[in-house]
């Protein structure tokens, strides 16, 4: 029995970020829910920060992904160029497919 989730989503794969204004500790930002991204990379599985903020073992440990956004997805009056770009860490259970024709 292993004590961590499995991996949802690959590289390169469209996400959105949970919409959710949950009180306590949390790690996401606010500023980025809601928000589409693309997957970068799998950072690897780690203990939860949010249950470790109070004194809980974290587990089972959580995908953390590095997500990639546009900064006028972000930000939609940004005045820089078009391919600027942020990166977020953000653990799975924050993350959502994210499908195109769906999106709004």
């Known amino acids: 029995m292993s004590d961590a989730v499995a991996p949802r989503f690959a590289v390169g794969e469209p996400v959105r970020v949970r919409v959710a204004h949950p ?7 606010f500023y980025i829910r809601g928000k589409r991204g693309v997957v970068e990379r799998l950072c690897g599985q780690y203990a939860n920060p949010e249950e470790l903020a109070y004194g809980r073992d974290g587990k089972p ?17 940004y005045a820089g160029a078009p391919e600027d770009t942020l990166d977020v860490e953000i653990y799975q259970h924050w993350l959502e497919a994210d499908d195109p024709c769906t999106a709004g």
């Open 23 to 29: 009180p306590g500790h949390v790690r996401t930002p």
């Open 61 to 77: 440990r959580l995908p953390l992904y590095r997500v990639r956004f546009r900064q006028c997805e972000v930000w939609p009056e």
